[in-house]
């Protein structure tokens, strides 16, 4: 079965930095693209950051642009985010997934929280 699991998350002040990481498995990870999700309190769901299959492609949220950067190492099917310059706004729980979000990816990990405050 298809699987994440989400870590890094923390307490952290304005201004600070934070490494997210996600373990996958159940499923061919180096042929998928993957992203970031996050969803805060009271908010719908956010798609945060986004990375090709093969490293070569990123996208990321206007709001976390120049800030957040996304990678991949698919030899241990691990997705990360290293999260730099952290403002209170970005508080909220992070999860990893499967850019496309179809079947069998309708899950979700347990998510990692990440609260900015000082």
């Known amino acids: 079965q298809v699987q994440f699991v989400e870590s890094g998350g923390g307490l952290v002040q304005p201004g600070g930095s934070l490494r997210l990481s996600c373990a996958a498995s159940?499923?061919?990870?180096?042929?998928?693209?993957m992203s970031w999700y996050r969803q805060a309190l009271g908010k719908e769901r956010e798609l945060v950051a986004s990375i090709s299959s093969t490293s070569g492609v990123t996208n990321y949220a206007d709001s976390v642009k120049g800030r957040f950067t996304i990678s991949r190492d698919n030899a241990k099917n691990m997705l990360y985010l290293r999260m730099d310059s952290l403002k209170p706004e970005d508080t909220s729980v992070y999860y990893c997934?499967?850019?496309?979000?179809?079947?069998?990816?309708?899950?979700w990990g347990q998510g990692t929280q990440v609260t900015v405050s000082s």
């Open positions: 159940g499923f061919t990870f180096s042929t998928y693209a």
């Open positions: 997934n499967t850019r496309s979000l179809v079947s069998p990816f309708t899950s």
